[in-house]
Every structure is written in structure tokens, then in C-alpha cells.
């Protein structure tokens, strides 16, 4: 008998990869991501402009990986009991990737000029 972890292979990681690249280069998402921490924690940031930008990028991988995660159970939820965790963390890749598209254009002109 598989286990759930054997099916789905490495899938796991390239969505977490994916939601990290997103949290790091997605132009829409960093102001949000930012404010929301300066908001949540005005005090203990105040002295490290790198430490709100590393809590903003988390942030924004979390937030991907919540709203990515929403198609993926309501997959599951309406395939009822007949959705394979394959199927599932397949439209949570789609999901994360499409996503991470804006990010994925960001670093592109980042990383190549």
C-alpha cells in the first residue's frame, strides 16, 4: 500500500519552492506583505529594515501557499472521496504557479537584465 507522501513524490517541494519564489519576486505583493508586518509587529521591527523585508517575503510565501491551496481543496472537496493526492497536489502546483507567474517575470528581468 502507497502512502500519500509516496504518490505525490517531490511535488511538495516545487510548491513550496514556488510560493518562496513568489514571496521573494512578486512586485504586487511585497508593499502588502511589508505593511502587514510593520502593522503586526510595529515595535520589535523597528531597528532592522532586512528583517521586515525577510518577514514580508515569508509572509508572502505563506499567503501564496493559503490562496494556492483553495482550488486544491475544492477539487477535493467536489471529487468527494475519489480525488488521488497526485490529482490534489497537482492543482495545488497549477495553482501555486499561476500564482508565482508576476514573480517568475520579476526575477526573469532581475536575474537576466
Keep these: 500500500m502507497t502512502t500519500p507522501i509516496m504518490?505525490?513524490?517531490?511535488?511538495?517541494?516545487?510548491?513550496?519552492?514556488?510560493a518562496l519564489l513568489n514571496g521573494v519576486f512578486n512586485p504586487w505583493l511585497l508593499p502588502q506583505t511589508t505593511a502587514a508586518v510593520i502593522l503586526l509587529a510595529p515595535g520589535f521591527l523597528v531597528s532592522s529594515a532586512s528583517l521586515v523585508v525577510y518577514l514580508a517575503s515569508l509572509f508572502g510565501a505563506l499567503?501564496?501557499?493559503?490562496?494556492?491551496?483553495?482550488?486544491?481543496?475544492?477539487?477535493?472537496r467536489l471529487?468527494?472521496?475519489?480525488?488521488?493526492?497526485?490529482?490534489?497536489?497537482?492543482v495545488w502546483l497549477a495553482a501555486t504557479a499561476l500564482l508565482s507567474l508576476p514573480a517568475a517575470?520579476?526575477?526573469a528581468l532581475l536575474l537576466l537584465g
Design 7 to 18: 504518490e505525490t513524490g517531490r511535488i511538495p517541494l516545487a510548491i513550496a519552492a514556488l
Design 63 to 76: 499567503t501564496t501557499l493559503v490562496v494556492a491551496g483553495i482550488p486544491a481543496a475544492l477539487y477535493e
Design 79 to 90: 471529487a468527494g472521496g475519489r480525488a488521488s493526492p497526485f490529482a490534489v497536489c497537482l
Design 105 to 107: 517575470g520579476m526575477a
